[in-house]
Structures are given as structure tokens and as C-alpha cells.
């Protein structure tokens, strides 16, 4: 598979990015500076192992811990849940325990892929 190049982006912080797209909190408390180099779009967990960037915002219809362990492991900066899909129990208490925000919004993945690559455009 052939990498596209795309133009250069530029680092956002998580409180940005929720206030610039309206995204929902689930774990308010984790919400920090963190900064968002990118996006990345999958509902494979194996797939983000692979290829997710430390930095990126992890959009995901899925709502299970396991998702917090993958993005944890990858050093991810947020994970973002498409068409209004909210957290199991254990996947939050997961995510705060390792200090990575949850946030959710009403957009189907490729809008939200779309708008959160437009916001990162310099």
C-alpha cells in the first residue's frame, strides 16, 4: 500500500480539539494538554497496534477496555467514539487509570476523520 503524503499539520491540544469540534467528555479529569499530532481510524484493534502514531486521536465505534490497553500502549493522545457511542464502565475506568481522555462525538468516522484532519490543517 502506497502512503499518501498529506500537508503539514499542525499539534493541537486535546481541550482545543474538544472545544473546536464539540466533542463530549467522558473522563473529565483526564483531560489535559495533551497534544494531537493526527488521527487515526480503525475499529480493528490489531490494525492500531500496526499502525497508530503515538500523538494521534484514536477514533473508534469501539467501547471496551481493551481499547484503552491498545491505546495506552501506543502512546496515543485521546480516544474518540463516533455515532453517540459511550464508554463501557471497565474501558473508562481503564482509560483514566492510565491517564488518557475518552471523548465522544454524534458523527459517523469518516466525518469526524474529515473534521479532525481539517482542524489539524495548518
Do not use: C
Not at 490489531?46 to 490497553?69: E, F, I, R
Not at 485521546?78 to 454524534?106: C, F, H, K, R, W
Request: proline share 2%.
Amino acid at each position: 500500500m502506497k502512503k499518501i503524503v498529506t500537508e503539514k499539520v499542525q499539534k493541537m491540544k486535546t481541550s482545543e480539539l474538544i472545544q473546536k469540534l464539540n466533542l463530549r467528555v467522558f473522563n473529565s479529569n483526564q483531560i489535559s494538554d495533551a497534544e494531537i499530532t493526527g488521527g487515526y481510524t480503525s475499529d480493528l484493534l490489531s490494525d492500531v497496534m500496526g499502525n497508530a502514531a503515538p500523538g494521534q486521536a484514536w477514533l473508534t465505534l469501539q467501547t471496551h477496555k481493551n481499547v484503552a490497553a491498545i491505546a495506552s500502549l501506543k502512546d496515543l493522545s485521546a480516544i474518540v467514539l463516533v455515532n453517540n457511542n459511550t464508554p463501557e464502565n471497565d474501558m473508562l475506568e481503564a482509560a483514566e487509570n492510565e491517564g488518557i481522555a475518552v471523548l465522544g462525538s454524534q458523527l459517523p468516522a469518516f466525518e469526524l476523520s474529515a473534521a479532525i484532519y481539517n482542524a489539524l490543517q495548518v
